[in-house]
């Protein structure tokens, strides 16, 4: 098996909008998969909203560095009752320069044009909003051997690991997966991961042990579809 990995280096600040945070708009700690098939679908060069490519790759990711966050203050241009005004002023949470591994499994021809897109990137690169720009590094295609271990470095699906099986503390974090298509819309497919820097087990499991930079990874969907 085959996993095409790449390091992505913030270097001013970036920002994931958890969804659901209305007048704060909090950040999740890492880019969820839907945000990276955005990074891969513009270095692709494809038109916005193609989501044609999501159903034929799984996307993990690592925490290298969580850098540091911040709260910054936006004023939108939306009513106000309680100031009988057209703004208001909204908190907004920011990441400043976190650096983040990624994972991609998919056929062997698909991971070779996304390798090749990366290196030559159709359009400027970013991560989360337009102007979070984003460097990319170590863009490798590696072999990936099956493995038992206790440590694993990319996200791991929730329902695949007991919590008692935690022996440290990570985040459990409810992120976009994917884009389902209805008949004339997209609906967002939402799972549940650990995720952290490093997440370390009571006992082992069965993963993949990439062949270059040794890493210990789950690549197994993780998309648990939450009705409503």
């Not at 098939?37 to 690592?62: C, F, K, T």
């Not at 690169?125 to 979070?132: F, H, N, P």
């Not at 929730?158 to 819309?185: A, C, D, T, Y």
């Not at 939402?190 to 370390?200: F, N, R, S």
Request: with cysteine.
């Amino acid at each position: 098996m085959r996993i095409l990995t790449f390091d992505c280096h913030v270097p001013g600040w970036c920002s994931f909008r958890i969804p659901h945070s209305i007048n704060a708009h909090l950040t999740y700690p890492a880019p969820p998969p839907t945000t990276v098939y955005g990074l891969i679908a513009n270095a692709m060069g494809l038109w916005q909203d193609d989501y044609s490519l999501m159903p034929h790759m799984e996307v993990g990711i690592r925490i290298l560095n969580p850098g540091s966050k911040v709260e910054t203050f936006t004023r939108w241009m939306k009513w106000n009752p309680a100031k009988n005004s057209m703004t208001m002023t909204v908190v907004k949470q920011k990441l400043i320069q976190p650096a983040y591994r990624i994972y991609v499994s998919a056929e062997e021809s698909l991971l070779n044009t996304i390798y090749e897109a990366l290196n030559q990137p159709a359009r400027l690169l970013y991560l989360g909003e337009s102007d979070d720009l984003v460097e990319l590094s170590q863009i490798l295609i590696q072999d990936a051997n099956t493995a038992q271990s206790k440590r694993i470095d990319s996200s791991v699906p929730f329902h695949l690991i007991p919590e008692q099986g935690m022996v440290k503390n990570v985040s459990v974090v409810r992120w976009p997966v994917r884009f389902e298509q209805n008949q004339r819309s997209y609906s967002v497919q939402y799972g549940m991961v650990y995720l952290g820097e490093q997440i370390k087990l009571s006992y082992p499991i069965p993963c993949l042990q990439l062949s270059h930079t040794e890493d210990y990874i789950l690549l197994k969907g993780g998309a648990e579809h939450v009705a409503g």
